[in-house]
């Protein structure tokens, strides 16, 4: 069974459940399901750690499901056809149960989902923890590799200037230090072509790490 299978036949077996309510129990295991195939699993092994879709369910629910009242009648029809009911039967009276508008109010049976569902996001959380601790030096390394290629070709590029400094000051010329001085602005140009470059993937790869690790911690799966 992978993944949809699993989601699909959850969703069936939660289908008493209002939509919202259906929603934030699928949201859990969609997390659930992310978070360990970023790990390396296969849906497959994250199916068997899960359980059966109808186990869940009934654990989620709980005494959502009422047993249907008998219903009394005269006497057995001979055609097999209902009767009237017995007019001095008095139909059990229903197990107390709160409001749904009662302040506080989750439903029965859900208390055991929203502690599954904590402990996942508990889970994501710990497990984007351990893989920041890895991804963010590198993204700093790579921020400082940028800064290092900009700051030569900016020395690349102003280099003419410290050579008319030094004209100003000591009224000597250097044909050697010219050249070397047209040389590098050739370099910084190079370097500066080579740093707009690299800052725009490093924007676009920092900033596409911060978004799905906002995607990861609220647990929803977006394109």
Same mark, same amino acid.
């Given at each position: 069974?992978?993944?949809?299978?699993?989601?699909?036949?959850?969703?069936?077996?939660? !289908?008493?459940?209002?939509?919202?309510?259906?929603?934030?129990?699928?949201?859990?295991?969609?997390?659930?399901?992310?978070?360990?195939?970023?790990?390396?699993?296969?849906?497959?092994?994250?199916?068997?750690?899960?359980?059966?879709?109808?186990?869940?369910?009934?654990? +989620?629910?709980?005494?959502?499901?009422?047993?249907?009242?008998?219903?009394?009648?005269?006497?057995?029809?001979?055609?097999?056809?209902?009767?009237?009911?017995?007019?001095?039967?008095?139909?059990?009276?229903?197990?107390?149960?709160?409001?749904?508008?009662?302040?506080?109010? +989750?439903?029965?049976?859900?208390?055991?989902?929203?502690?599954?569902?904590?402990?996942?996001?508990?889970?994501?959380?710990?497990?984007?923890?351990?893989?920041?601790?890895?991804?963010?030096?590198?993204?700093? !390394?790579?921020?400082?590799? &940028?800064?290092?290629?900009?700051?030569? +070709?900016?020395?690349?590029?102003? !280099?003419?200037?410290?050579?008319?400094?030094? &004209?100003?000051?000591?009224?000597?010329?250097?044909?050697?230090?010219?050249?070397?001085?047209?040389?590098?602005?050739?370099?910084?140009?190079?370097?500066?072509?080579? !740093?707009?470059?690299?800052?725009?993937?490093?924007?676009?790869?920092?900033?596409?790490?911060?978004?799905?690790?906002?995607?990861?911690?609220?647990?929803?799966?977006? +394109?």
């Amino acid at each position: 069974m992978n993944k949809n299978e699993f989601i699909a036949l959850l969703r069936a077996h939660l !289908s008493v459940l209002p939509p919202e309510e259906q929603n934030e129990l699928l949201e859990d295991y969609e997390a659930h399901f992310e978070f360990g195939l970023q790990s390396g699993k296969t849906e497959e092994e994250i199916v068997l750690e899960l359980g059966e879709p109808a186990e869940l369910a009934k654990e +989620a629910l709980g005494n959502r499901y009422i047993p249907q009242d008998h219903v009394y009648w005269y006497g057995p029809d001979p055609a097999g056809r209902a009767g009237a009911p017995e007019p001095n039967h008095v139909a059990p009276a229903e197990p107390d149960r709160p409001a749904k508008d009662a302040p506080g109010y +989750a439903g029965p049976g859900l208390t055991a989902a929203k502690r599954r569902g904590t402990f996942a996001g508990v889970m994501v959380y710990i497990g984007l923890f351990f893989l920041n601790l890895i991804v963010v030096p590198l993204l700093l !390394s790579l921020w400082s590799a &940028f800064a290092g290629f900009a700051a030569i +070709a900016l020395g690349g590029i102003i !280099s003419p200037l410290a050579l008319g400094l030094e &004209f100003a000051v000591h009224h000597q010329f250097n044909l050697g230090k010219l050249f070397m001085a047209v040389a590098c602005i050739g370099v910084g140009i190079l370097l500066a072509v080579g !740093s707009r470059n690299l800052f725009i993937g490093l924007r676009r790869l920092s900033i596409g790490y911060w978004n799905w690790n906002i995607r990861m911690a609220k647990g929803r799966n977006e +394109a």
